[in-house]
């Protein structure tokens, strides 16, 4: 079955055409995100214009993979300010949040500042 992970993207407007561009390198990452993703918001947060976000909660989260790759490396390049944006927009790890939880309680990953309300939860099960 594999090791499988629960990922929440949450991706502002403002850098909507670099994930678009990264997704049109892989077609099997935008099968994984248009297709497969177990839930996509085409207008998620407060106000409503355009943010999305994309859940999938039984994933296998190998970056032996090539869509995986593809998302992983435009994560990256997002929380590391490297996407180019308006002069006024500010940095691109202000427009992205992505989190990872694997099966084990220490595998959790954060990457971006946008979208404070998507966060990690632990909690002690009995």
Known sequence: MGYRSQVVLAIGKEIQPHFMVALGA?????????????????????DGTGHWLIQWS????????????????FV?????????????DGESSDYIKFVRVGEDADDI??????????????????
Request: glycine share 4%.
């Open 26 to 46: 892989c077609p099997a990452a935008t099968s994984l995100v248009f297709n497969d993703a177990d839930l996509f918001v085409r207008d998620y947060y407060q």
């Open 109 to 126: 990953e954060h990457r971006g500042f946008g979208f404070d309300e998507v966060a990690a939860q632990t909690s002690i099960s009995f």
């Open 76 to 88: 990256e390049a997002a929380n590391e300010d490297c996407l180019e944006l308006g002069e006024d």
């Open 58 to 73: 039984d994933l296998k989260w190998y970056d032996s993979y090539e869509e995986i790759k593809t998302l992983q490396n």
